[in-house]
T-cell receptor, first 112, second 114 residues
């Protein structure tokens, strides 16, 4: 049973576009929702994270939107650049748990 | 990569042979994890450790064992490698306050089982 469902699997945008990656979860006990960014040949790295007490969080050009009632959250990348081309993973965890559950990933390509 | 070293970085082995991957950290973090990454499956947890000699299973633990005799080292062993274990293996570490949150990953080990 997949606990975090991520879409789309791949995404291609032009430079300056606003790619949006979506994730949905079932477990209402989840209380922490991070996004990880992975470049080829590297391990994933934490990009931005949100907790359910807020509906939006911005860090630079990256924004997480969170909809608690729909059990969905999404990553928006404003003014995307070719350097943003990477694989993005959403994830979720619940307080007190040692484990982080990941989505299957989205490969983003930003064309010049 | 946050003081995490995985070795080897690449390995090719034959079906049925034992394989051990090593993760070494210099951050003195309590929690260590082994994930595998496969196309279409994302990152899946194999095993994790919450202290020296304290380990537990993840969602894809069959065919794998782990050991942690020192805080800094976490070993992943494939007792008898199979082709389905061809994958990229990542080690991760986490601080102890909220361990399931901020993970720091190593650069990975590409394992090919022929």
């Amino acid at each position: 049973q997949q606990q975090v469902k991520q879409s789309p699997q791949s995404l291609i945008v032009q430079k300056g576009g606003i790619p949006i990656i979506n994730c949905a979860y079932e477990n209402t006990a989840f209380d922490y929702f991070p996004w990880y960014q992975q470049f080829p040949g590297k391990g994933p790295a934490l990009l931005i994270a949100i907790r359910p007490d807020v509906s939006e969080k911005k860090e630079g050009r990256f924004t997480i939107s969170f909809n608690k009632s729909a059990k969905q959250f999404s990553l928006h990348i404003m003014d995307s650049q070719p350097g943003d081309s990477a694989t993005y993973f959403c994830a979720a965890s619940q307080g007190g748990s040692e484990k982080l559950v990941f989505g299957k990933g989205t490969k983003l390509t930003v064309n010049p | 990569d946050a003081g995490i070293t995985q070795s080897p970085r690449h390995k090719v082995t034959e079906t049925g042979t034992p394989v051990t991957l090593r993760c070494h950290q210099t951050e003195n973090h309590r929690y260590m994890y082994w994930y595998r990454q496969d196309p279409g499956h994302g990152l899946r947890l194999i095993h994790y450790s919450y202290g020296v000699k304290d380990t537990d299973k993840g969602e894809v633990s069959d065919g794998y064992s782990v050991s942690r005799s020192k805080t800094e080292d976490f070993l992943l062993t494939l007792e008898s490698a199979t082709s389905s274990q061809t994958s990229v293996y990542f080690c991760a570490i986490s601080e102890s306050m909220r361990p399931g949150e901020k993970l720091f990953f190593g650069s990975g080990t590409q394992l090919s089982v022929l």
